[in-house]
């Protein structure tokens, strides 16, 4: 979830600038990131929502290069360099916020995720706990399980025990939805503080559909699909 400015790994053979310029309010940055969200990135095709930052001086003119740094949806961050006219120079890195979450399976340990994920409703851990960050408070933040249609089947909202940073809701208030659903998804909404826009993204398609297995067979391949035993 943490993200912001930091400090590069690699540091410039010049006189570092002076932390002060670009920690203590002597620059304008502005955020953009694509789609709706105004305070995070959040589950895109093909991956993240893009961000672009813009540096602006203010009291202390200075440059940057490149002009606009932009994160592509690929891209966890990205780097750039503050310069001054009196040579000093601070490499810097944009780690823009990103919506992360957990959804338990029974395949894998607990673990956060930013990407969309592709999931049978099998593998979704009943007894776990459906868990959700942003940069901030999330407002109204409600879990949607939706068929092949787009229609809503069920919805509940999540709550935070620890002041709006984590907001949970137990799988088992979803679970009677995502067993049976032959096709569909599981959706976040909420309210984003920034802009007041209602926002929804998709956190993980299920489908049915059984994995494809290839064999050799005499010199042939042959495809067929696992079938799902039910206990």
């Known amino acids: ?13 010049q006189r570092i600038l002076p932390p002060r310029i670009c920690h203590r309010g002597r620059h304008a940055g502005r955020h953009h990131y694509a789609g709706s969200s105004g305070s995070c990135r959040i589950p895109a095709g093909g991956g993240l929502s893009e961000a672009t930052l813009i540096v602006k001086p ?8 490149p002009d606009k740094v932009h994160v592509s949806s ?10 001054t006219e009196e040579g000093d120079s601070l490499p810097l890195r944009f780690n823009p916020p990103r919506l992360i979450f957990e959804l338990p399976l029974l395949t894998e340990p607990p673990m956060w995720r930013a990407s969309r994920m592709l999931l049978h409703p099998r593998m979704i851990d009943t007894e776990g706990t459906i868990r959700v960050r942003g940069a901030g408070e999330l407002e109204d933040p409600k879990i949607s ?5 787009g229609q809503p089947v069920k919805t509940t909202k999540l ?3 620890d002041g ?3 907001y949970v809701v137990p799988v088992s208030k979803l679970v009677s939805t ?3 659903l032959s096709r569909g998804r599981i959706d976040l909404e909420w309210t984003d503080p920034s802009n007041n826009k209602r926002i929804s993204v998709t956190l993980a398609d299920v489908e049915t559909t059984e994995p494809v297995a ?6 042939t391949f042959n495809r067929h699909r696992h079938r799902t035993t039910k206990t």
């Not at 290839?214 to 010199?219: C, F, P, Q, Y």
Request: a neutral charge.
């Open 214 to 219: 290839v064999t050799l067979d005499g010199g």
């Open 145 to 149: 399980v939706r068929n092949h249609h």
């Open 74 to 83: 690929q891209e966890a961050g990205a780097d750039f360099v503050v310069s």
């Open 1 to 13: 979830m943490g993200g912001g400015i930091s400090g590069a790994h690699a540091r410039s053979p």
């Open 164 to 166: 709006g940073i984590t």
């Open 178 to 180: 995502t067993t049976v």
């Open 58 to 65: 203010s009291d202390k003119p200075f440059t940057v290069q």
């Open 159 to 161: 709550t935070s025990r």
